[in-house]
């Protein structure tokens, strides 16, 4: 029985993929480097901001120390802080899913590997926040996708204010393979959008679609009989 839908939130809800994926260059512009946009989307969109670094530096590509992280991701937040406030958009088709799911009952929640303050920024902007019941941010994890945590994280508070709730009673809307092998980690079903990658990119999901207005009520909760 389908009782929550958790969205991954950029390049689900919002179209800000491309958003971040500025907002890092910018940063390291301060170091003469510069990220290929291809290079990006295929080794790095899945990472939080604190893991894009710390993986930059643990391949020998960004020459600072750990503990200068923090750091980078406060001026990259900033930076994108600006550009979603300008250029920031929710995707086609989210509204109508959301409301449709609402009017059914269905619980929702975000689990994400951004910062909590940007997508509070943007939900509240676009006059979504009210729709989801709690966020699971980059800030509220050890390890981001496709680590389980935050999945886990986000049923084990679902299950505080509107449980019982278990882990194949949940459908996950994501963009990315991290994101569907962190879902599947946490033993929940999942629903790919082709906002980012293709659909042969995302054949581990167990249902693809290229908008969220296409899917019923009945193809969400179908995932969960």
Known sequence: MLKAVIFDFDGVVTDSEILHYR?????????????????????????????????????????????????????????????????????????????????RDVTLAICSGALCA????????????????????????????PHPEGFKLALQRLNVSHGPIRGRECVVIEDSH?????????DMKTIAVTNSYPAEQLAQADMIVDRLDQLSYDDVAGLCS
């Open 118 to 145: 940007e997508i509070e920024f943007i939900l509240e902007d676009a006059q979504l926040r009210d729709y989801f019941v709690t966020i699971v941010a980059a800030d509220h994890v050890t390890q981001g996708k």
């Open 178 to 186: 991290w994101g569907l092998a962190a879902a599947q980690g946490a």
């Open 23 to 103: 907002g890092f260059n910018e940063v390291l512009k301060t170091f003469d480097m510069e990220i290929d946009k291809g290079e990006y989307y295929e080794k790095y969109l899945g990472l939080s901001d604190k893991d894009f670094y710390q993986t930059l530096i643990d391949e020998g590509r960004l020459p600072i120390k750990p503990a200068e992280v923090p750091g980078l991701v406060l001026k990259k937040k900033k930076i994108y802080q600006i550009l979603a406030k300008s250029e920031g958009r929710i995707i086609e088709g989210v509204r109508p899913f959301l409301k449709m799911l609402k009017d």
